[in-house]
């Protein structure tokens, strides 16, 4: 339970943020005591640079999913055993109720309900579960915990979860079962979307809740439905399957990578005519840097850095001005300034290195509520948390 999970900050040695270009040049090296000192005229965010989880019973945990919640100061990560824990940003603590239960196994993704103060689904082994639950006093203490858990015949496990902006309803897909669920929460019914897709890897619902997309891992094609007729656009003309995808802020661009390359599409005005466009391609074809002289205070004896390769996944912030990428077989992250607009424009900033030991990224997301523009959160896979600030001009 509670104690299992252990809070620490980075060693003094190891409290460092590096943003590389992608000539390697080193662009900005801080300490985490500098930034936690200006984030403090913000919020308190200098205890969140570093996260550990710990079980101090020997089991063997790891991050599976880290979710942001809408509109309050919080977030909860999901991990490998099973439980669920949230971490309150205003009271810097732990909720002392995390959430548990025989049916929640081999937990797969967790989402925040839109316009709702606690209600989290969690998309597990044989289906899904909905939290609700009520803050009394102090955010980190749970009363009237309620949960309810449903099951569709095929679907399992429940891997992908989205909701609709207006959280009415929830959009479920497993990569055992060809179809897409939805789930009207309110009147408690569910239909499965006739198109078939095989394994569904990727859902997302547009912020502006008039697109669906949802994408397979055994084959190439992906679909985008628009929601009020639900009829779809089939793609199929790119050379593998879609690995991740996200949409911009406002719903008009969606980035979705294959392979070792992101693709944008800007989706129509009028919902109806689902002539989606596409604008533009950025290649991240996996390269090898060796360090040279010109490198100016990097440590000369860091090995040759590979850069780059297979997406992982991605993450837009709700600016529309950053966007992430993570890779399969490497511990960087790719970090891009993005102007929605008519053209869009991508614009590559440099690296993001995470912290020692780790080698891949497991999960990428941003914080809803950072007012200096976008804090990135990254749960890697040493069971690691950690947080990078990235201000933009007002």
């Given amino acids: 339970m509670y104690p299992n999970l252990h809070i620490s900050d ?9 943003f590389r270009n992608y000539d390697n040049e080193s662009l900005i090296q801080k300490s985490h005591n500098f930034v936690g000192t200006i984030l403090d005229m913000i919020l308190d965010w200098n205890r969140l640079f570093a996260l550990d989880i710990r079980p101090t019973n020997g089991d063997n945990v790891a991050i599976v999913d880290l979710a942001w919640h809408k509109y309050q100061q919080k977030f909860s990560i999901a991990t490998t055993n099973g439980v669920i824990y949230m971490y309150d940003l205003n009271n810097n603590a732990w909720s002392t109720s995390p959430l548990y239960h025989d049916f929640q196994k081999n937990i ?19 289906g899904y579960c909905i939290w609700k639950y009520k803050n009394m006093g102090h955010e980190d203490v749970m009363l009237d915990i309620e949960m309810k858990f449903h099951k569709y015949p095929g679907l399992a496990p429940v891997s992908s979860l989205s909701w609709s902006p207006d959280g009415h309803f929830l959009a479920t897909a497993s990569y055992n079962f060809g179809y897409i669920v939805i789930w009207d929460i309110h009147h408690g ?24 997309f949802a994408s397979s891992s055994s084959s190439p094609k992906f679909r985008i439905w628009e929601t009020k007729s639900w009829t779809s656009q089939k ?37 109806e005519n689902l002539e989606a466009r596409y604008c533009a391609k950025e290649d991240l074809t996996e390269y090898q840097y060796v360090h040279n002289e010109n490198d100016g205070d990097i440590d000369h004896e860091i090995p040759p850095q590979i850069m780059c390769g297979t997406i992982k996944d991605m993450a837009w912030d709700k600016t529309g001005r950053r966007l992430v990428v993570s890779f399969k077989n490497n511990p960087l992250l790719a970090l891009y300034q993005t102007s929605i607009g008519d053209p869009l424009k991508i614009t590559p900033m440099g690296f993001i290195r995470g912290p020692p030991n780790a080698t891949t990224a497991e999960t990428i997301s941003f914080c809803t509520h950072f007012p200096r523009g976008a804090l990135l959160s990254v749960g890697w896979n040493t069971g690691k948390i950690s947080f990078f600030p990235l201000y933009v001009a007002v």
């Fill in 10 to 18: 980075l060693p003094h040695n190891e409290r460092h943020t590096e």
């Fill in 108 to 126: 797969k993704s967790i989402t925040w309900k839109p316009l709702a103060a606690n209600i989290l689904a969690v998309g597990c082994e044989n």
């Fill in 189 to 212: 019914t569910n239909y499965s979307l006739p198109q078939y897709l095989g394994r569904v890897s990727c859902l997302e619902w547009s912020p502006d809740g008039r697109f669906l």
């Fill in 235 to 271: 793609w199929t003309q790119f050379e593998d399957s879609c690995q991740a995808a996200c949409w911009s802020s406002s719903g008009t661009f969606l980035a979705f990578a294959v392979n070792d390359k992101i693709h944008f599409l800007e989706m129509p005005e009028i919902s």
